[in-house]
């Protein structure tokens, strides 16, 4: 093998047992029980007391729990083993599920916002007492949703998905008490279709922020955590490297960022000690300043690149 057509491979850590989200598979199983038992609780109520925010708040359990449940079906193709033909496997499933999510919660806030607006054209009497009780059910159920998922939430995409699905349906509750306690102090029956605005204010912001992470993976921006410049300078400034060229860093699901970079380098690294050399350079800088899952470089000398054009088409 000629020398500039040398490459390395190097894998920061062990061997991946799974992805990012696999770790939190159970606390979502138990997430998931949870939100159908207050979905199931807050319909009963909407149709016991006629209130728009809990039936809202029940429209937004309904889809959590479809969210929660394309995340579990998604962490368990995306920790299939890669094959042949899918050298990566599943692993992009869960931000597929994610994308899902995303649409799903758009409509449900779409929804809700446009059935907000009319019942405060045409209010409708809703028994207070009875809606703070369903409401309190929903608040503290999602506080102990949020306590099992919020670790997770800082390691994967997926899991933060229906975190973030949890909290808005906590925040969401806690609305629906408020505006039957303002129904129950002064009569004013606008305070619940004024809760919903509030439920699908909350639904939508959010929506958009974890929808554009989940396109800037499948778009393979680079990780919000790298700096391709701070990068590029910590790879040139080690001993033997003139440049770097065509370096990519992207993500295939979260916790699984990947690298690839031609690195030009003196001849004398390019002999065996010193191609073996510069690997272990490279490896221990980027490992040391970096949380890359997998590296590749390709070392070559001065030049190569220009005639490395011309033989590709």
């Not at 199931?40 to 925010?53: H, K, M, P, V």
């Not at 359990?61 to 496997?89: E, K």
Request: hydrophobic share 50%; with cysteine.
């Amino acid at each position: 093998m000629g020398a500039g057509h040398q490459h390395g491979h190097s894998h920061e850590r062990s061997p991946r047992t799974g992805t990012a989200g696999a770790a939190h598979r159970g606390r979502l199983r138990v997430a998931l029980g949870i939100t159908v038992t207050v979905l199931l609780a807050e319909i009963a109520g909407s149709a016991l007391t006629g209130s728009l925010a809990l039936l809202a708040d029940a429209g937004h359990m309904a889809t959590d729990a479809v969210g929660v449940s394309m995340a579990l079906v998604a962490i368990h193709f995306a920790n299939r083993p890669p094959t042949g033909r899918r050298t990566f496997g599943y692993a992009r499933a869960e931000i597929l599920a994610a994308l899902l999510n995303c649409l799903l919660l758009l409509g449900v806030g779409g929804y809700i916002l446009v059935e907000a607006v009319r019942r405060l054209a045409e209010p409708q009497p809703v028994p207070g007492g009875t809606t703070v009780v369903f409401g309190l059910v929903g608040v503290f159920a999602n506080l102990v949703s949020l306590s099992l998922l919020m670790r997770g939430q800082k390691e994967s995409l997926n899991v933060r998905g229906a975190f973030l699905e949890v909290l808005s349906d906590a925040l969401g509750s806690f609305a629906v008490v408020v505006a039957a306690l303002v129904i129950m102090a002064t009569g004013w029956t606008r305070a619940d279709p004024v809760a919903s605005l509030v439920i699908g204010l909350m639904i939508v912001p959010r929506t958009l922020k974890l929808l554009r992470e989940a396109l800037d993976v499948l778009l393979e921006a680079a990780p919000r955590n790298v700096d391709m410049d701070e990068v590029r300078a910590h790879i040139t400034a080690l001993p033997g490297v003139r440049g770097v060229h065509d370096l990519h860093v992207w993500t295939i699901t979260s916790g699984l960022p990947v690298l690839s970079a031609h690195v030009v380098v003196d001849r004398a690294a390019l002999d065996a000690a010193g191609h073996e050399r510069m690997l272990h350079d490279l490896r221990g800088c980027l490992g040391t300043h970096f949380a890359v899952e997998h590296c590749t470089f390709q070392l070559e000398p001065g030049g190569y690149a220009e005639h490395e054009a011309g033989l590709c088409h």
